[in-house]
């Protein structure tokens, strides 16, 4: 079946800091793949996504790139502020799964903290 | 332009008691989706529906947890009976079709005493 795994946090970063967390994942077929942020007490926004390998999707200062070879999609900031912390979830949407679904397969989650 | 809308947002329940959650998509969007998220999880997926039709329901526990998309309304989780384990963050999400993005709601957090 799919799977996603990223990196354990919590992750604790000073700001203007890189920040990098890990995202892999395994998939029957062609899979889009997705970061979604959850900041306290509220849901969950799309931050970036790529639909084929090696597309790049940014938003907000933050990229990740679909790397087929190494079934990654490591998510990057160059400097990261107090705003960005949240928890950051990679997920994965393959219509391989079955007809008529695109649901989404989500890991664990990173907790970011930036401190001033 | 009214994102996607869940209510209660919070709701407590004593075991087995009923509760039910109530999402309403985004504007122009005809496909919903469960999650469920429990303590230092991720999401995980329950349903997905479309207008009067469940597609897919294979995330969704086979007793006590059923899902509707009416024609009008909104969609509705409904937990019979419930019990301490089902205690959780419940998302909804919509898209406008099935290869399209999904925009997620704000969630129900559900505890249950």
């Known amino acids: 079946g799919n799977s996603v795994t990223q990196m354990e946090g919590p992750v604790t970063l000073s700001e203007e800091a890189f920040l990098t967390i890990n995202c892999t994942y395994t998939a029957t077929g062609y899979p889009s793949l997705f970061w979604y942020v959850q900041y306290p007490g509220e849901g969950l926004q799309l931050l970036l996504k790529?639909?084929?390998?090696?597309d790049k999707g940014s938003n907000k200062g933050f990229e990740a790139t679909y790397r087929k070879e190494t079934t990654s999609f490591h998510l990057e900031k160059g400097s990261v502020q107090v705003s960005d912390s949240a928890v950051y979830f990679c997920a994965l949407s393959d219509p391989g799964q079955g007809a008529g679904s695109y649901q989404l397969t989500f890991g664990k989650g990173t907790k970011l903290s930036v401190i001033p | 332009n009214a994102g996607v809308m869940q209510n209660p947002r919070h709701l407590v329940r004593r075991r087995g008691q009923e509760a039910r959650l109530r999402c309403s998509p985004m504007?122009?969007?005809?496909?919903v989706y469960w999650y469920r998220q429990l303590p230092e999880e991720g999401l995980k997926f329950m349903v997905y529906?479309?207008?009067?039709?469940?597609?897919?329901e294979s995330g969704m526990p086979k007793e006590r947890f059923s899902a509707e998309f009416p024609k009008e309304g909104p969609s509705i989780l409904r937990i019979q009976q419930v019990v301490r384990g089902d205690s959780a963050a419940y998302f909804c999400a919509s898209s406008r079709g099935t290869e399209e993005t999904q925009y997620f709601g704000p969630g129900t957090r559900l505890l249950v005493l």
């Open positions: 790529a639909t084929k390998a090696d």
């Open positions: 504007k122009g969007h005809s496909h």
């Open positions: 529906l479309q207008k009067e039709n469940i597609i897919d």
